[in-house]
Each structure stands twice: as structure tokens, then as C-alpha cells.
């Protein structure tokens, strides 16, 4: 048994003797590629449906550590102890694929990918140190959304409209130990900020792509980074970000030097999926979980967690102030038929990164659905918080009683006891609202939702729907149609649609400008959609889509400018194996005469994994 100093921590996994996972022999694979990471998270799901009898069930013959405690082992030492250590009969059931995924999703992070990922073992650093300068002082894409309003409008990108067909590979950095790449980059001061899976932060140069420094996490980091001066200490700058632990970070963004940490939700299942947003010296960090991936197992305590917005003093990491989508606390319900304690109210997920109101002194974002029935009021919504004290000012819901657990598809008679009786559409706000303002003066806050529909809400009239706009004619419907939102520029917001193509709505009155087919020759029906977040730049918009092609169109009539497919392998400045694939989540940065983007998000099972971040320039 290979224990090493993680030995100790291994004796707590041996409490369990329960035979919840040994449910029959199951097939050993002895090797691992890079591809085999697709739906990385799968293995949470795994560990509610086969151990969750022991761990984390009071009621359980014999104790077991929480999953709380598995939450702080490193991967190898789970993997391990389903491999050949004290939990090797139980593992036996599950394939060597299984046991990864299992110990990956409850560590944070991939097996192995500590050390490939250190920029000490890189071969490509910078040689001299380029001084970090204000961010305000030049063009730059900050955070998740390029502004506090979440527009994803780039109006300095230095590359036109007319430009985007001359764009050309610049350099390929990748990702180490073949991990996917779902953070969007932020450019800085001629600096490029990046989260991985594999628990690393890196800060490259934005010209050559060589690297400054990394920064070894406690959990992989998927969300855009944010640089922001830090209050009190005058040209010192940090980078702020979350990772998929609920643990909230700051570092010298000239250094990487850590600042402080604070972890913002202490339930099992939480981690941070969308980008702090930064403004005004404070941090608003969305929380969301992994909770409804496989909640219907009989065994799982069903459900518990509450998604939520924190405000941290972005000097010190202190919590200001923390809201709640769902006020009340979860309390005992009933038990199935296993004994297993039932829970409610759950659920309602922040997936997106906040957006900023300083005209109103508020905060908007979009929930998730509901775990339990009833649902809650507050599920499916746009919601506005006061900024200074998180004080709900108006709420919005979109789709009422959409209670809904992954896994209960099919015949009300053969769900598990833990669904819901009426299986909601899961029609989340995954997308961050749009703040923008009208040519008349007027003010108009877009949301996009999952089921295809668009919202308008007048964010000075407690949120009044102005227009509403279903973006998919086909019948039947993709579910979801829209995800992680679109960009807007002064007359219209864009969106790609996972049915394939782009629409562009005029942001008055919600009309159709023009629509986009853009379905690759030889494309499969799961790899044809867009779910990525669209970029805008003056006369042009840029989104990604499943298949791994990357699309320029025109913005004044959705005519293709430029297409690269990335899905391919490439040549690296750090010299590491790496391969483009889908687009799914993160979109492009534009800035000083470059796009930048990561290639290789791959969470749903058609997808196509990679592990690249790509430059691009103007030949």
C-alpha cells in the first residue's frame, strides 16, 4: 500500500465496512488517457450513488468520516485507498476510470498534477521581469464579463471587424498532465492570468506566452481571474479568484505570493463555478454545488445546500456580508424507505459571475433550480442585492416549480423516492445578466435562460419585464438551449445556441436581427451547438462551439468572417502535449491586438476534451 505522509489520513477512510460500493466485480482498466477526464465531475455523482450509505449517513451501522473530511484528502491518497488500501474490497466494483473520477471530484483536482504543473519544471521562463502596471492605465479584459456590467464588449480590441480574417496563431501554451481548459483567460498589464484543473494559477506573458510565476490551489480553478489594486497599498495589485473547494483567494499579481484565503461555505458539495466580481474594493463571490449530480441515490441525505452570494473585503479577505438564495435552512422532511434522512428547502446554485449596478448600488445575478419541492420562490430568477448590506431589492423568477435532480429522468413510477414528484425542466440562469443602456437613456438588464427564452427587466422598476424572447423555432427544444450567456454592444445582444448558430436580439424591443446556422460538415448532432459565452467587438462577435471551431460573424448581419478549428493538436512554448476541443463555457479575450482563448472544455459526454490556451494576432 503506498501511504507516504498521507498515510494518517488514509486511516480514516478505514471506519467504513459497509458493502454500499462492493455491488459486484467490476472491470479493471489499467491505463488512463487524457480523453478519460471528460465529465470529470461524473465522479461526485458516483460517490452519492455508491458511498454515501456510509459517509456522510449518520444512521449508518458503522461510522464513517464525512464527506466533508474526504474533501481535504489529495486525489492519490483516495484513489489509493480504493486501489490497494483500505477501502480495496469496496472498490472492486467500480472500473480503475470510476476510482479516478471518485477521487478527482472529491480532492478538487486530477491525480498527478502536482509537479508538471509547476512553472519551476517549464522550460519557457520569462527572462526578465516586465513591471506590473495599473490595469486602468491600458486596454484590458478583466474578469469574466471585460466590465462591471457583464456586456463581454470589447470597444478597445485594436482588432477590427475587417481585421478578423487575418487572424493567426501566435503561440500555444498547454495545460500539463492533459487537463481540461475551462478557465477564461484575463489580460493585464501584458499579462495573461489562468486557472486550471490541475489546481495551478499561472501568469504568462501576453506576447510570447513564456511564464512569470504559478500558484499551487487547493482545488482546480475554472472561473476568471480578477486584478484589482489592493485598498491601502498604492501600486500593489492582486489577482482575486475562487476554486472548486469554496475557497476564495488573493495573490500579488506581480508575483503570485499568496495574500489570503477565505473559504466562503463550509457544506461539502459547494465550490465557486462563476468569477468573483470586483468593484469598489469589495469581492462578490458566487456559491454553487455539486449537489444535484446524483441526488436521487436512495442512500444520499437529499438535500442540503443553498447557493449564495458573498461580499469579502478584497484587502483582507473578511466576509462583509452573506446572502442566501433560499432564506430558510434545510430541516428534516421525512425518510424513503433505505432510512435515509430527507431535507428541504435546497438548491438555487449561483453559476454566474455578478454583475454591478452603480447607478443602483446593487449586484444582479441568475439561480439555478430548485433540489426539493416545493420550489422556491427565488429558483430560476434574476435576483438584485443591495451591494453595501446583501439585501434582497427585487427578485424575478422566470420558471415556477422547477424542482429537479439530474438522474430522474423517465417513469414517475421506477424515480428513486428522492425526486421530485413533478420533475422540473432544469431551466437555470446560468448566463450573468447584461447591464446596458438604451440610446433613449433608458436602462435595460438582459438574462438569458437555459430554456432558450431571453428576458428584458427594467433594473430601475424592481426588475418589470420590459420584452421576452424565445431565441430557438425548433420543436422539440435542445435542453439547454442557452448557457453561459452572450455579449451586447450598444444595439444588440448575441447568442450562441447549443441547437448550432448565432441570433442577435436589438436590445430595445427584442427583435430578431439576423440568425447564424453554423453547423461544421460532418459534425455530430451532439457536437454541433454553441453553449459557449460569446465576445463582441465593434462590427464583429466571436463564439466557440462544441466541435471545437471558433467563428467570427459580422455583427451588422451575422455574414462569417474568420473560422479556426481548434480541435487539433499543437506545438507549445512550454513544450507540453497538447490538443484543442470543445467550447464550453469560457469565450475569447480581446485585447491589445489579440484573442485569446482556452480550447478544451469537456463536461458532457459528447464533448471533446483539451488542454490548450491559444494566442492569436493579426498577420
Not at 481535504?72 to 486501489?83: N, S, V
Not at 478527482?104 to 483536482?109: I, P, T, Y
Not at 420550489?375 to 416549480?401: C, H, I, P, R, Y
Not at 447564424?516 to 464583429?540: D, H, N
Amino acid at each position: 500500500m503506498r501511504m507516504g505522509r498521507s498515510g494518517i489520513a488514509l486511516l480514516l477512510v478505514a471506519f467504513c465496512a459497509c458493502s454500499a460500493i462492493a455491488l459486484g466485480q467490476g472491470q479493471s482498466h489499467s491505463s488512463y488517457k487524457a480523453e478519460d477526464r471528460l465529465g470529470t465531475e461524473s465522479g461526485f455523482g458516483i460517490f452519492q450513488l455508491r458511498c454515501t450509505r456510509c459517509h456522510g449517513n449518520p444512521g449508518a451501522a458503522k461510522p464513517a468520516p464525512a464527506p466533508s473530511t474526504l474533501r481535504q484528502l489529495a486525489p492519490e491518497a483516495i484513489y489509493d485507498a480504493l486501489t490497494t488500501g483500505t477501502m480495496k474490497v469496496q472498490g472492486r466494483s467500480l472500473s480503475d476510470e470510476e476510482r479516478r473520477r471518485v477521487a478527482e471530484s472529491l480532492s478538487g483536482r486530477p491525480l498527478g498534477g502536482a509537479q508538471p504543473g509547476d512553472a519551476s519544471n517549464m522550460p519557457n521562463h520569462c527572462a526578465g521581469g516586465l513591471p506590473f502596471r495599473d490595469p486602468l492605465a491600458s486596454p484590458a479584459w478583466n474578469g469574466w464579463g471585460a466590465d462591471p456590467s457583464n456586456s463581454r464588449f470589447q470597444p478597445a480590441a485594436t482588432v477590427s471587424a475587417e481585421q478578423a480574417p487575418r487572424l493567426k496563431l501566435k503561440w500555444a501554451f498547454g495545460y500539463p498532465n492533459g487537463v481540461t481548459a475551462a478557465s477564461q483567460p484575463t489580460i493585464v498589464s501584458g499579462r495573461v492570468f489562468v486557472g486550471t484543473d490541475i489546481a495551478y494559477v499561472y501568469s504568462l506573458d501576453a506576447a510570447t506566452g513564456c511564464v512569470y510565476w504559478s500558484f499551487r490551489t487547493k482545488a482546480s480553478v475554472r472561473n476568471a481571474i480578477s486584478i484589482g489594486e489592493i485598498a491601502g497599498h498604492a501600486g500593489k495589485y492582486a489577482a482575486y479568484f475562487g476554486d472548486a473547494k469554496a475557497n476564495v483567494y488573493a495573490l500579488d499579481a506581480a508575483t503570485g505570493e499568496l495574500l489570503w484565503t477565505t473559504h466562503v461555505e463550509d457544506h461539502f458539495t459547494a465550490r465557486i463555478a462563476g468569477a468573483p466580481t470586483l468593484h469598489a474594493g469589495r469581492l462578490y463571490v458566487p456559491v454553487s454545488s455539486f449537489e444535484e449530480f446524483n441526488a436521487d441515490a436512495s442512500d444520499y441525505p437529499c438535500c442540503t445546500f443553498r447557493g449564495s452570494v458573498v461580499a469579502l473585503d478584497a484587502a483582507t479577505g473578511r466576509q462583509i456580508w452573506k446572502t442566501y438564495v433560499i432564506p430558510e435552512e434545510p430541516k428534516p422532511t421525512r425518510k424513503n424507505s433505505t432510512g435515509t434522512q430527507l431535507f428541504a428547502p435546497a438548491g438555487a446554485s449561483v453559476w454566474n459571475s455578478p454583475t454591478v449596478d452603480v447607478e443602483a448600488h446593487a449586484i444582479y445575478f441568475g439561480t439555478g433550480d430548485s433540489e426539493t419541492e416545493p420550489a422556491v420562490k427565488t429558483s430560476d430568477s434574476v435576483m438584485a442585492l443591495d451591494m453595501d448590506s446583501g439585501k434582497l431589492l427585487w427578485n424575478f423568477q422566470a420558471t415556477e416549480n422547477d424542482a429537479y435532480i439530474r438522474g430522474c429522468w423517465g417513469s414517475p413510477k421506477k424515480r428513486s423516492e428522492n425526486c421530485p414528484r413533478t420533475l422540473g425542466p432544469d431551466w437555470d440562469f446560468g448566463a450573468s445578466p447584461i447591464l446596458r443602456k438604451l440610446g433613449n437613456g433608458h436602462r435595460v438588464l438582459i438574462a438569458a435562460q437555459k430554456s432558450g427564452n431571453v428576458f428584458a427587466l427594467d433594473p430601475d422598476r424592481q426588475g418589470a419585464l420590459l420584452w421576452k424572447v424565445n431565441v430557438e423555432s425548433k420543436r422539440p427544444r435542445p435542453n439547454p438551449v442557452l448557457v453561459w450567456g452572450g455579449a451586447a454592444d450598444a444595439q444588440n445582444a448575441y447568442f450562441g445556441l447549443t441547437s448550432g448558430g448565432m441570433v442577435a436580439l436589438r436590445l430595445e424591443d427584442g427583435a430578431r436581427q439576423w440568425f447564424t446556422p453554423m453547423v461544421a460538415k460532418g459534425a455530430s448532432r451532439e457536437r454541433k451547438g454553441m453553449a459557449a459565452a460569446a465576445t463582441a467587438i465593434p462590427g464583429a462577435v466571436f463564439v466557440g462551439g462544441w466541435d471545437g471551431r471558433l467563428h467570427a460573424l459580422s455583427s451588422s448581419d451575422g455574414h462569417e468572417l474568420w473560422e479556426y478549428n481548434t480541435a487539433r493538436q499543437f506545438t507549445t512554448v512550454n513544450h507540453v502535449t497538447a490538443h484543442g476541443g470543445s467550447f464550453g463555457a469560457p469565450g475569447p479575450a480581446i485585447v491589445g491586438g489579440m484573442l485569446f482563448v482556452a480550447s478544451g472544455y469537456g463536461v458532457f459526454g459528447n464533448d471533446l476534451p483539451g488542454n490548450v490556451l491559444l494566442a492569436f494576432s493579426v498577420e
